[in-house]
């Protein structure tokens, strides 16, 4: 009998550890959603960051990462899905593909352009992103920095966490020094708040702290 229980719980478990997962959606971002408490990051596409910028082909700045959080949330929040867990990232959210009517969610994301195909972590939708790079759909109508690349950067403290505040407080050998957006060295120049470094709002701001502005 016990060994009988056994067989029983060991053909369970995979179901368990599988369940869908249903509920409403609420959109976090272009491939970030939450539903009933549980936070799921779409399997294999990615999308910018909400903080993110692109240019349009005029070169003039653009937000993408808010507005391909607003059209998914315009397309989805809401709605009932039905998610079918695949991993846990390393951030602790649950990794799922998820439908809404019968339709997958990351398919129908990245085929309108709002996301990209992860190809990292699975082909499923390479095909979806080709068929919106040709049309121009979306995020291939403009010039933008893979998501990837965007969070890379802003690890390394070259991107400012709040978009009012661009000013590079850095410290040198030189001493205290700020660098503007246009400056010759502002790019390349990372921010470590640990060793001191900030982030400044203005100008005057910098100086008041103790900060001058760098040559070029």
């Known amino acids: 009998m016990l060994r009988l229980c056994s067989v029983l719980v060991l053909l369970l478990l995979p179901n368990l550890a599988g369940a869908d997962i249903r509920g409403i959606v609420r959109v976090i971002d272009a491939d970030t959603i939450d539903v009933g408490g549980i936070r799921i990051r779409l399997h294999a596409i990615d999308a ?23 059209q998914v949330r315009a397309m989805y929040e809401g709605r009932q899905v039905t998610c079918q867990p695949r991993d846990t990232d390393r951030h602790g ?3 799922a593909k998820c439908a809404v009517a019968g339709s997958d969610m990351g398919a129908e994301i990245v085929a309108a352009g709002l996301a990209f195909a992860y190809r990292k972590y699975g082909m499923d939708y390479d095909l979806d992103e080709k068929s919106a790079y040709v049309a121009d759909r979306g995020l291939h109508g403009v010039r933008v920095q893979s998501p990837a690349q965007f969070r890379q950067t802003r690890a390394n403290g070259r991107i400012p966490p709040d978009p009012a505040c661009r000013i590079k407080g850095n410290i040198s050998p030189n001493g205290y020094i700020f660098h503007m957006p246009g400056q010759d060295f502002y790019e390349r120049t990372g921010i470590n708040e640990a060793r001191g470094e900030r982030w400044f709002c203005s100008a005057a701001q910098a100086r008041q702290a103790g900060w001058r502005p760098a040559r070029r």
């Open 48 to 70: 910018p960051e909400i903080g993110q910028s692109c240019k349009t082909e005029q070169g003039l700045p653009f937000a993408c990462g808010a507005w391909v959080t607003g």
């Open 93 to 95: 959210r649950t990794v």
